[in-house]
């Protein structure tokens, strides 16, 4: 794998040597560079795909202007268009891909199995250069995942990434600085809370629920990340082209991470309270806590 590497003075990824999706022995440093923010990646791991599920991999299957295929945890399916025996495929080969996701967190991570909460598993057949976007939804900016209309008090998001390109075309990443670096950098940027815009926007429907200081400041960062084409560019990063095969892991509320390019990926997302890592002190919120000097929900 090729890394591109421009000043960085720290590592931000983690490789594990692993073919296995159920790993052996976990090592209590995976834990603690999850934690710390660092993206673990495994070069290859197996995913076969029958001779159906190859015809599966078209932009035709997604329906137009949907993002995500998205299979929920009651076997119902989002955003795919096809012949019921595609469909029924395409259900297949994504429950497929988060059995793995979930054998592969579980077998590292074992404290986090009685607390993780399962999101929908998502399938993205399209190219991410094609995507047409504003700066703020715009994923080839480096960020922080916080999302504007799902406050979630600092539960933790944990995502399991594969690709699955069927013709060589790598999955390119970039990872960024770690997360202390873009508060201290960003934090006294951010305007202040208000309550009284997070009832209204919640009245308005804006929200899903009320928006925390917690959710504020991390949108906050996210915003300020994507809205700086200078920190875009001169921040300290890598680039990574993963390959078709490899799966990568990180916490995205805190890894600092942008998707350049690719097409054919799998993704799984695990939410995890704070208070059930292995050091809840390295969490975003707790992090937070500490740089604001205040309690944060
Ligand atoms: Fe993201």
Known sequence: MLFIVKKIPYKQLIKIESKSWLLQKPKPKWAKDIEDGK????????????????KLFSPTIIEPHTRNISLNSNGSIKGAIGTEEDIKALKAMIERFRNHAKNLIYSA???????LK???????PLDVVSRNTSWRADDKRLHVDAFPSRPNYGER???VFINLNPHGVPRVWRIGEPFEN???????????YSYIYAKLINLLGITKA?????????????????????YQKKSPQITIPFKPGAV?????????????????????????PVAKQYNPKKSPLEILQVKTNKKLT
């Open 39 to 54: 993206v673990i990646y495994f070069e290859s791991l197996q995913f076969k795909l029958s001779k159906h599920e190859k």
């Open 109 to 115: 991570f074992p404290e986090y199995k009685p607390y």
């Open 118 to 124: 399962l999101a929908p598993t998502s399938f993205r």
């Open 157 to 159: 998001i944990l995502r």
């Open 182 to 192: 873009i508060v201290e950098r960003y934090i006294e940027k951010i305007k202040p």
């Open 210 to 230: 009320l928006r925390s200081e917690y959710d504020h400041i991390m949108l906050g960062l996210h915003d300020a990340m994507k809205s700086d084409m200078q």
């Open 248 to 272: 990568w892991i990180c916490f995205s509320d805190q890894a600092s991470h942008a998707a350049m390019s690719g097409q054919y990926m799998m993704e799984q997302t695990f939410h995890l």
